[in-house]
Antibody, heavy 118, light 111 residues
Framework: QVQLVESGGGVVQPGGSLRLSCAAS????????MHWVRQAPGKGLEWVAF????????YYADSVKGRFTISRDNSKNTLYLQMNSLRAEDTAVYYC???????????WGQGTMVTVSS | QTVVTQEPSLTVSPGGTVTLTCASS?????????PNWFQQKPGQAPRALIY???NKHSWTPARFSGSLLGGKAALTLSGVQPEDEAEYYC???????????FGGGTKLTVL
């Protein structure tokens, strides 16, 4: 079955960087687009970024544009989110989800927690 | 800034029917926004329920249905069960703007 496992979360100081990974299995990773979605503690869901199956198109929420970069390595079945210039408001659980553009993001991984604090 | 609005909270009795809605600040929601609905229970990742307005995933219980209602996307639960108590989120695709926006969520209480 489809499995998505996020990793790379942790505590980082404001202005710092972090790279999240999402290891995919149970499906042909190179055939599907992927999303990153985050959820701040006690808050709602916020879409972060999308990447097409071949990496040819990438879309970002305005709140992360210019600071975050989504990428993928289809040879390793892995999705990435490089996060730079981190702010306190980036503190959240970050989920990856399988799904092409205009397709339903499903399923989701269990998430990895990122805390931006001094 | 594009905003998607949902009812913050709703309460329904077991066995009852409730409709959650999802509105866009840009105007009427149409099928072209490919409305999706997700259920999230405490401590769990969101689970997809409905996609492209009214299509159900294989695991979606029959009591859940999606539609367009009065310029909004809608999720109707008929014959509500206690286990349906959860947070529900809608998602809209703004294809032209290459943007995805979630609604703020509706906390559904079954009482």
């Amino acid at each position: 079955q489809v499995q998505l496992v996020e990793s790379g979360g942790g505590v980082v100081q404001p202005g710092g960087s972090l790279r999240l990974s999402c290891a995919a299995s149970g499906f042909t990773f190179s055939s599907y687009g992927m999303h990153w979605v985050r959820q701040a503690p006690g808050k709602g869901l916020e879409w972060v970024a999308f990447i097409r199956y071949d990496g040819s198109n990438k879309y970002y929420a305005d709140s992360v544009k210019g600071r975050f970069t989504i990428s993928r390595d289809n040879s390793k079945n892995t999705l990435y989110l490089q996060m730079n210039s981190l702010r306190a408001e980036d503190t959240a659980v970050y989920y990856c989800a399988k799904g092409g553009w205009l397709q339903p993001p499903s399923p989701w991984g269990q998430g990895t927690m990122v805390t931006v604090s001094s | 800034q594009t905003v998607v609005t949902q009812e913050p909270s709703l309460t329904v009795s077991p066995g009852g029917t409730v409709t959650l809605t999802c509105a866009s600040s840009t105007g009427a929601v149409t099928s072209g926004y490919y409305p999706n609905w997700f259920q999230q229970k405490p401590g769990q990742a969101p689970r997809a329920l409905i996609y492209s307005t009214s299509n159900k995933h294989s695991w979606t219980p029959a009591r859940f249905s999606g539609s367009l209602l009065g310029g909004k996307a809608a999720l109707t639960l008929s014959g509500v069960q206690p286990e349906d108590e959860a947070e529900y989120y809608c998602l809209l695709y703004y294809g032209g703007a290459q943007l995805v926006v979630f609604g703020g969520g509706t906390k559904l209480t079954v009482l």
